[in-house]
């Protein structure tokens, strides 16, 4: 018997998150209202939405800080409110706003730790943080930069399996934000696993391979990047000639909506044809499409169609 097909091999990685139907209530208001996603070993899982959508509640049911409401959550097989104890020394968390100690050294803290996590650092971790040389400075003396990278040198201390980052480059410099990614992709390289909650929709295109989109407690999208991207029509955008109006276009496969600013938009899920019937038309016109542009959907066109409720022309 020979091995299985690569394809069935990547379908069998092992589930490191099972959530089904998780329902969370604050009072009478239920702000999770059955939510199901799965996160595999390995994998960066994007959790998206819009303000109030269920993201931090939910971050907090997979981080055993609070039992759900109804449901079933798993994390590296255990219930992660019952079973927190067992899961602490597994997984990482990095908290919006962390709250340590303002008068203890980046050093002292790491430390601190290292003890209350059980999670003993086998590597100069705020050397990976780019932070060596601020060792020694008491946390309220670091800028808000240093002190976001110094919440995620405590969160990989011991490069625990599972790593839960919430919002971890809010408020970083471009430069401060790339340096995070830099480590959240070499920890992806060594096999953790990684949870991502974000406002940044382009920090998860950059480093997601799973995501979902909550919005009012329900997920509203949820794949692979890559089969959630392709599952968005495609946009051709154009400046039409001034004496010209868009009845004189060819006939396309995709819509063309005609903005009042004189911009053309053809949103179409068959790209590579309507660029070159449109192209064609141009050539043979003797026309020029200003400012012509031609692009795959972003996560920002997902995300604002998630939220309006918008109907996907599946590509
Ligand atoms: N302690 C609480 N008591 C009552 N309602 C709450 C409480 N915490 C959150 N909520 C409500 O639950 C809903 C979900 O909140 P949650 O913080 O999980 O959303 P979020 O997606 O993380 O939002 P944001 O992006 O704004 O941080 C919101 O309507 C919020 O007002």
Request: a negative charge; hydrophobic letters at 40%; glycine letters at 6%.
């Given at each position: 018997?020979?091995?299985?097909?690569?394809?069935?091999?990547?379908?069998?990685?092992?589930?490191?998150?099972?959530?089904?139907?998780?329902?969370?209530?604050?009072?009478?208001?239920?702000?999770?209202?059955g939510v199901d996603f799965e996160v595999r070993r390995g994998e960066l899982f994007a959790l998206l939405g819009t303000n109030g959508a269920g993201k931090t509640t939910t971050m907090e049911t997979l981080e055993g800080l609070r039992a759900p409401f109804g449901g079933t959550v798993r994390v590296l097989g255990l219930d992660p409110f019952r079973e927190r104890a067992a899961l602490r020394s597994r997984t990482g968390i990095m908290l919006q706003d962390s709250g340590f100690p303002a008068d203890l050294t980046a050093r002292e803290m790491v430390a601190l730790w290292g003890v209350t996590s059980g999670r003993r650092a086998t590597e100069d971790v705020l050397a990976r943080l780019?932070?060596?040389?601020?060792?020694?400075?008491?946390?309220?003396?670091?800028?808000?930069?240093?002190?976001?990278?110094l919440d995620l040198?405590?969160?990989?201390?011991?490069?625990?399996?599972?790593?839960?980052?919430?919002?971890?480059?809010?408020?970083?410099?471009?430069?401060?934000?790339?340096?995070?990614?830099?480590v959240v992709r070499g920890l992806l390289a060594e096999g953790t696993t990684v949870v991502l909650t974000t406002h940044y929709l382009e920090e998860a295109e950059s480093?997601?391979?799973?995501?979902?989109?909550?919005?009012?407690?329900?997920?509203?999208?949820?794949?692979?990047?890559?089969?959630?991207?392709?599952?968005?029509?495609?946009?051709?955008?154009?400046?039409?000639?001034?004496?010209?109006?868009?009845?004189?276009?060819?006939?396309l496969a995709g819509?063309?909506?005609?903005?009042?600013?004189?911009?053309?938009?053809?949103?179409t899920g068959e790209l590579q044809d309507d660029l070159a019937v449109l192209l064609a038309w141009a050539g043979r016109e003797g026309l020029r499409l200003g400012r012509i542009r031609a692009h795959h959907a972003s996560l920002e066109d997902v995300f604002h169609n998630a939220r309006t409720g918008r109907e996907v022309v599946a590509a």
């Open positions: 018997m020979g091995l299985p097909p690569a394809t069935s091999m990547v379908s069998m990685a092992e589930t490191v998150i099972d959530v089904a139907d998780l329902r969370c209530r604050y009072g009478d208001f239920e702000a999770v209202r780019d932070l060596q040389h601020r060792r020694d400075v008491r946390i309220k003396q670091l800028s808000g930069g240093e002190r976001r990278r040198a405590l969160a990989v201390l011991g490069r625990p399996e599972l790593l839960f980052l919430d919002e971890p480059t809010t408020g970083l410099d471009p430069e401060s934000r790339q340096r995070t990614w830099d480093l997601a391979h799973r995501l979902a989109i909550l919005h009012e407690g329900l997920v509203a999208v949820s794949g692979t990047l890559v089969d959630v991207l392709a599952a968005q029509p495609a946009r051709i955008e154009f400046d039409l000639p001034d004496r010209l109006d868009v009845t004189a276009l060819p006939m819509d063309v909506v005609h903005r009042p600013t004189g911009r053309v938009e053809v949103r």
